[in-house]
């Protein structure tokens, strides 16, 4: 350590000293002393401002801690004492500007010191409150846009707007397998884009009535749809791992059929068949049956390629169950499917008091052309043969 960083962690250590007996003045003195031989030393700066702002001098205060973020933006202690000044001072908006700057610095929970807990909990509650004020505000000045377009789909610009005021984030795509650029990352897409759909929804009845068996007693044909070997990381999954609270019954796994299911329901597996069901041979088609315990949450995660959808339509739904894809929230609705992109970030929860069970099964992305799709189907199988 150097001459002059000894002076200055010796001043700052008598300053928070001076500063607990509550002698401000003498403690800004010491740090004002080690400042003239020290002048580029963000802490005697950052601290003269926690001098300042006990004595009431907020100007000062204010000084300071520029003075201290132009020697180091990612000062966390100085955004966060500049967002409470700014708020002191009745800079609101100011304010929660500043404190989004030291919410994105701060350190993670276990190395945040227990003093700073609280501020840091006030820095987001400013912070959210600015935001929706200011979701607020832009929906008042879009309302003009959307009066005299009133016939259009506004979905995708209210979530625009409120991702530019902070009150949602962005979600993109984020395959664990395969991703396939330039595909929109659309979390629902348009049921227009499956006419078969009410073919899928009609046959809601035939398919329950050969799922409903299987429901019978603790469900043994059921098995553990998260079932992580030894030695892999479970990350999310580490309650739900190798745990019946979420089961499932599979008819296609993996690209394969699974012929003694597919004999149990032979009349769903021959509806399945007549689908466009995504073609990748050791990848899919995948089609089950999805069983979700009462009060129990499926963690947001990820699915394994954009080049895919899944479709989801409920057979038992006892109570409020829901369903999210990035900023868009859904309620389950008996025999109404959807398809949705499970590469953005997905969750789901059973809040009824009995199970949940829906069937859910995958396709091609409608957006890929015909040499796209064979494309993939080669990837994914070199891909396997490599990994053999």
Not at 93 to 99: I, L, P, Q, T
Not at 187 to 215: K, N, S
Request: with cysteine.
């Amino acid at each position: 350590m150097s001459t002059e960083s000894a002076a200055a962690h010796t001043a700052v250590a008598t300053a928070m000293e001076l500063l607990r007996r509550g002698d401000a003045r003498a403690a800004l003195e010491a740090l004002h002393a080690a400042q003239a031989s020290d002048p580029a030393n963000a802490e005697l700066r950052v601290h003269k401002a926690l001098a300042h702002r006990a004595l009431g001098n907020i100007t000062e205060a204010l000084v300071e801690l520029d003075a201290t973020i132009a020697l180091d933006p990612y000062h966390f202690l100085a955004q966060l004492s500049k967002g409470a000044l700014l708020e002191r001072v009745g800079r609101q908006r100011a304010a929660a500007s500043v404190y989004r700057i030291a919410l994105k610095i701060a350190p993670t929970a276990d190395k945040l010191p227990p003093s700073l807990h609280s501020p840091l909990q006030r820095a987001r509650e400013v912070a959210a409150a600015d935001a929706e004020a200011l979701a607020v505000h832009l929906r008042e000045k879009l309302g003009p846009v959307r009066a005299r377009n009133h016939t259009d789909d506004f979905r995708r610009m209210d979530e625009c707007l409120d991702v530019a005021a902070g009150t949602r984030r962005v979600f993109n795509a984020e395959p664990v397998l395969l991703h396939v650029p330039r595909l929109p990352a659309i979390p629902f897409f348009d049921r227009a884009l499956f006419p078969w759909f009410a073919d899928l929804e009609a046959a809601t009845a035939t398919i329950r009535e050969e799922l409903l068996p299987l429901l019978a007693g603790d469900m043994p044909e059921f098995a553990p749809y998260v079932a992580y070997s030894a030695g892999t990381p479970v990350n999310q999954f580490a309650q739900l791992n190798h745990s019946r609270l979420w089961s499932s019954y599979w008819l296609w796994r993996d690209g394969e059929r699974q012929e003694e299911a597919i004999a149990r329901c032979p009349r769903t597996a021959e509806l399945l068949s007549g689908l466009p069901m995504a073609d990748q041979p050791h990848f899919a088609p995948t089609a089950l049956f999805s069983a979700l315990a009462p009060h129990t949450r499926i963690p947001p995660h990820c699915g394994s390629t954009n080049a895919r959808l899944l479709v989801h339509l409920p057979l038992v739904l006892p109570g409020p169950a829901g369903f999210r894809v990035g900023n868009e929230t859904r309620q389950w609705r008996l025999g109404e499917a959807w398809a949705f992109d499970d590469t953005i970030e997905h969750e789901a929860w059973n809040d009824a008091d009995a199970l949940r069970v829906i069937l859910i099964f995958d396709i091609w992305n409608p957006l890929l052309t015909p040499a796209e799709r064979e494309s993939i189907t080669c990837v994914l199988s070199a891909r396997a043969d490599w990994y053999k």
